[in-house]
Every structure is written in C-alpha cells, then in structure tokens.
T-cell receptor, first 114, second 115 residues
C-alpha cells in the first residue's frame, strides 16, 4: 500500500516570497511517480509537477520545483516568488507503476498575502 | 487541448430523483476516473475505466452507476442518493492506464447537493 503524509498546518506566505510544502511518502514499489496538484477554491485540480522515482534530477516547471530526496522518501514542493493566485490547497500524490490508483495526501492550505 | 469538461457545474437533487453527471475528454486518453471530494479533504477514488472497461470499483454504493459509452465520454448515473452524498464530483483522465509518467487531468467538477 502507498501512503502520503502532508502534516503542515495552513500557511500564510508573503507575496513574492518562496514557500516549501512538505510531502513524505511510503511505498515498497521501486517504480513510482510523485505528483503535485493545486486546487483553488473553484474546485478544479490543476497538475503542477511530476517526479519519477528513477529521475536523476529534481523536477522543475516554471516557478515550481521539487526537492526530491529518495532515501528520505520526501518530495517537497517549492513555489518561488509567490503570487496572490497561488492561494489554494496543494495535494501531493503517489502512483506506482501498473497501478491506476493515485494516493493523495491530506493537502496543505496556502494563503498568499500582499 | 488538455481539457476535461464536466456538466453540470452545480446540481441540486432530491433523494428520490435520478440524475446524471457527464464528463468528456478529447485528448485520446484511455483511462477515465470518477472521484468524490468532501470539503477540505483529498479526492476519494470511486471508479476507473481502462480502455472503456470498468477496472476499479472502490466498493461504491449501487446508487452510483458509472457508464463509459465511448473512449471520450464518462457518465455517472445517480439514483436515490442520501444527503451525505453531497460533495464535489471530479472526473479525470490519463493517457495510458497504469503507465508512468502520465498524470491525471481533472475536470472542474460538479458540486452536488442532495436535499
């Protein structure tokens, strides 16, 4: 079974500052992928970034980057230069190869303040 | 086009009504999903269709009945729902079932209220 842990309480971030969202995971499968999604209050889940278990480099996508520490089983999301539109719930999720189930963490609420 | 559409956006129904939620994607994806999400919680998987066949049913009550008429369409038929079924229902699709790195693309959701 796969498990994702996101334990940070709601976060307030100053506009233009960076924020790091923690995610730890547990799986015995060597082949897996980690996904981060953003969910604004409107409800839509927006895919942000992906990291594969065999990827040698940390994933980056615009202002989003992933701090992937495989030995520690952590995949923290870093959002640089926060914008007001970044206020949302952020979910970390894991899926193993051959499996259609996406295991979600409980999410991190982020509020960006001007 | 990386869009999954869902209709309706909002739905209010009584416990004796029958209604359907509709989901559509034109990305050629071969896996489609239904999720239920309560406020402040992560989405919970309900059903998965792979190549138009039901591959996962997460022990969902029979008052929810999924249907995949073709590779682009996914329906969720609702009948005799309970107030606790009120939630955001999300549809998603992904390119190849079970394969990495294919992410799931989500639709905007249908906010369902059962009265």
């Amino acid at each position: 079974a796969q498990k994702i842990t996101q334990t940070q309480p709601g976060m307030f971030v100053q506009e233009k500052e960076a924020v790091t969202l923690d995610c730890t995971y547990d799986t015995s499968d060597p082949s897996y992928g980690l996904f981060w999604y953003k969910q604004p209050s409107s409800g839509e889940m927006i895919f942000l970034i992906y990291q594969g278990s065999y990827d040698q480099q940390n994933a980056t996508e615009g202002r989003y980057s992933l701090n992937f520490q495989k030995a520690r089983k952590s995949a923290n999301l870093v959002i640089s230069a926060s914008q007001l539109g970044d206020s949302a719930m952020y979910f970390c999720a894991l899926r193993t190869y051959g499996n259609n189930r996406l295991a979600f963490g409980k999410g991190n609420q982020v509020v960006v303040i001007p | 086009d990386t869009e999954v559409t869902q209709t309706p956006k909002h739905l209010v129904m009584g416990m004796t009504n029958k209604k359907s939620l509709k989901c559509e994607q034109h990305m050629g994806h071969r896996a489609m999903y239904w999720y239920k999400q309560k406020a402040k919680k992560p989405p919970e998987l309900m059903f998965v269709y792979s190549y138009e066949k039901l591959s996962i049913n997460e022990s969902v009550p029979s008052r929810f009945s999924p249907e995949c008429p073709n590779s682009s369409l996914l329906n969720l038929h609702l009948h005799a729902l309970q107030p606790e079924d009120s939630a955001l229902y999300l549809c998603a699709s992904s390119q190849e079932p079970g394969q990495l790195p294919y992410e799931q693309y989500f639709g905007p959701g249908t906010r369902l209220t059962v009265t």
